[in-house]
């Protein structure tokens, strides 16, 4: 196979928000910038976003960067590190003022600020009445954010490659990050991109499950890569359903439905939420209401002739509030339901929406990871951000909202620290051409056609395993036969074929790839959450009902070698403010 070889200063790979935040803050200081992207850059998966960003703007009622430290902080169910949280708290209206001023065309008030939404988990005063600190595009903000990005990355003169897919990250036998290996989805030509600096900003891993609002991009192929180069990654059994996904289906309606009045309903017409959440009602925390839909389901209160899912009611709005505020919404609920929202409720149940686990970093971007038994250092020339990184601010639970903050906030913060790094690191380093090798060696592997058990099959049933043994609530036993039967897909990939009929573009290729990342990205997800003995956020345990600070106020190390697990722990101190101790959660 030959190999081309190219040299920047920076390596960014992923082109969604945090990818292009970051490329665009190296571009704008003279740096040599390549971003690699496995789709074309706008179809990252931030372009689907749709709700809003959060910054405490006030625009709409009473807000400060404070209360938004505080819900994010109770919204986490306090496994956030309060340092990172209070960074991006205080980053939030800048970062917005910045987007606005790139050219995002967020909606208006009629006074001409930007308008801004309720969504869950918001609150004035810490923990008092709503608040309204989303800042909206209608609802299709990633849509906005993520065109409005790669237009200034293209005039900063940032290098795309564009449908290239990163197999592995390259290190040297010290560990610094020397680049990464891709393949050209078209040619199949292989390619080593070298770099003083690599960013990891290649989104997260929903496709880990059968029903999810993620695209089939989300593979988790970022946080796999950084598994296989012998690094942890962090809280990967925090893994969020969205409360109202499709019924059945997966795909997303915004909680910007429930903000701008929409309510839920079960069978007998009765608004649920009010007896889980007597506060927020169906403004709580994703987590609450994600448990809730599924309890009434459970409890034979679901709605339709299988009684499975719940009602998101909107059709008491007004219609153009609806065709103002949430057209993205009623189209798709037209396209994939024949249901029209304005006459008719739609029909929701949680889908897999959102890796709150990820790559450990500091709030500078930097990956950290203990070196042998001592403490956690910084792994040199290495960075990550976004949904792949782990920093953590959504601790157990995210609030909706704050993940496009999350990735505008720390792929900025990450750039600014490289631009530190590369002043300091002015030369490349020599290439590790074992390690190359052993990359390439992964990549030839998947030439493999002919008799045996297919890829695709092995994808398909590894999502429907995490589905049934690693969802909202989950049991001992349950999660104990997930992991196990993992396990035995990893040990079948090693026998599995790519199939004959798919081979256009490589795609079979990238499909056994992405795959082999899945695998890894489950495994972690299962065995961490096998191992957390408590109920937090996301991690709803039926058989361990209750938080417990005691035991297990930390975050998990999930190492791929042994499957060994660590524990490090939560940083409770801010920046400048006063921590906010652990309270029993309600809404
Ligand atoms: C339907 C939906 C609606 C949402 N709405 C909101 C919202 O309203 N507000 C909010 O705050 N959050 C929202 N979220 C969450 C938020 O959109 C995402 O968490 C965020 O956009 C992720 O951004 P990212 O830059 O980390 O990754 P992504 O945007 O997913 O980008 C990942 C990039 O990595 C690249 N990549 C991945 N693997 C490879 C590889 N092997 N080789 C090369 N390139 C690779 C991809 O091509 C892509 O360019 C929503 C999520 C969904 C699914």
New binding site residues.
């Given amino acids: 196979m030959t190999m081309e070889r190219r040299e920047f200063d920076a390596l960014i790979?992923?082109?969604?928000?945090?990818?292009?935040?970051a490329a665009l803050e190296l571009a704008e200081a003279d740096l040599k910038v390549a971003?690699?992207?496995?789709?074309f850059?706008t179809?990252?998966?931030?372009?689907?976003?749709?709700?809003?960003?959060?910054a405490a703007l006030a625009n709409v009622l009473p807000d400060s960067w404070h209360w938004h430290m505080f819900d994010t902080v109770k919204g986490s169910d306090y496994l956030g590190d309060q340092d990172a949280i209070e960074y991006m708290c205080r980053a939030a209206p800048k970062i917005v003022y910045e987007l606005e001023h790139m050219g995002v065309p967020f909606s208006r008030l009629d006074n001409g600020k930007m308008y801004q939404r309720k969504f869950g988990g918001q609150s004035q005063n810490f923990g008092g009445e709503q608040a309204a600190r989303?800042t909206?595009a209608a609802?299709r903000?990633?849509h906005a954010i993520?065109h409005a990005l790669y237009q200034q990355n293209i005039k900063a003169k940032t290098h795309f490659f564009d449908e290239?897919?990163?197999?592995d990250i390259i290190r040297a036998d010290d560990g610094t990050v020397l680049g990464?290996l891709?393949l050209c989805i078209a040619t199949g030509e292989v390619m080593m991109v070298s770099a003083r600096t690599t960013l990891i900003?290649?989104?997260?891993a929903?496709q880990i499950y059968k029903t999810?609002?993620?695209?089939l991009?989300?593979?988790?192929?970022?946080t796999a890569?950084a598994l296989r180069a012998g690094l942890p990654v962090s809280d990967m059994e925090f893994f969020q359903f969205?409360p109202t996904g499709i019924a059945g289906r997966g795909?997303?309606i915004?909680?910007?439905a429930r903000g701008e009045g929409g309510y839920l309903l079960n069978k007998d017409g009765e608004r649920f939420m009010e007896r889980y959440a007597p506060n927020a009602k169906d403004l709580a925390s994703r987590d609450v209401v994600s448990r809730s839909i599924a309890s009434e389901v459970r409890d034979g209160r679901g709605c339709g002739p299988e009684q499975d899912h719940c009602l998101l009611k909107l059709n008491h709005l007004d219609e153009a509030t609806i065709a103002k505020r949430l057209p993205g919404i009623r189209q798709t609920c037209i396209t994939f339901l024949s249901i029209d929202p304005v006459e008719e409720p739609i029909p929701v149940y949680p889908t897999a929406?959102?890796?709150m686990g990820g790559i450990p970093t500091n709030r500078y971007g930097q990956v950290v990871a203990p070196f042998g038994t001592g403490p956690e250092e910084p792994v040199p020339g290495l960075y990550a951000?976004?949904?792949?990184?782990c920093v953590s601010v959504h601790g157990a639970n995210?609030l909706?909202?704050?993940?496009?903050?999350?990735?505008l906030v720390f792929?900025r913060a990450s750039a600014k620290h490289m631009i530190k790094y590369l002043k300091e690191n002015r030369y490349h380093l020599p290439s590790n051409e074992a390690a190359i090798e052993q990359a390439m060696a992964r990549l030839q592997r998947w030439d493999r056609k002919g008799d045996g058990e297919s890829v695709t099959d092995i994808r398909v049933e590894v999502q429907k395993t995490m589905e049934a043994h690693c969802g909202v609530f989950r049991t001992q036993d349950v999660m104990d036969e997930g992991v196990a039967k993992i396990r035995a897909f990893r040990a079948r990939m090693d026998d599995a074929v790519i199939s004959d009929h798919s081979k256009v573009f490589n795609t079979a290729r990238i499909e056994a790839?992405?795959t082999e990342?899945l695998i890894d990205n489950a495994l972690a997800t299962a065995k961490c959450a096998a191992a957390r003995k408590e109920s937090r956020g996301a991690h709803s345990r039926l058989d361990f009902t209750e938080r417990d600070d005691k035991q297990w106020m930390k975050h998990s190390l999930f190492y791929l070698q042994d499957e060994r697990i660590e524990y490090k722990p939560v940083q409770m101190k801010p920046l400048e403010v006063d921590s906010f101790p652990p309270k029993v959660r309600t809404y």
């Fill in positions: 790979i992923g082109a969604g928000g945090a990818g292009m935040r971003v690699i992207s496995k789709v850059p179809r990252s998966h931030t372009v689907a976003a749709q709700g809003g960003v959060n989303t909206p609802d903000t990633g993520l290239y897919f990163v197999t990464a891709a900003a290649t989104g997260g929903g999810t609002s993620n695209a991009i989300n593979t988790g192929d970022g890569m969205h795909m997303l915004t909680e910007g929406h959102y890796t951000a976004g949904e792949s990184a995210r909706g909202g704050n993940s496009l903050l999350d990735i792929g790839l992405e990342n």
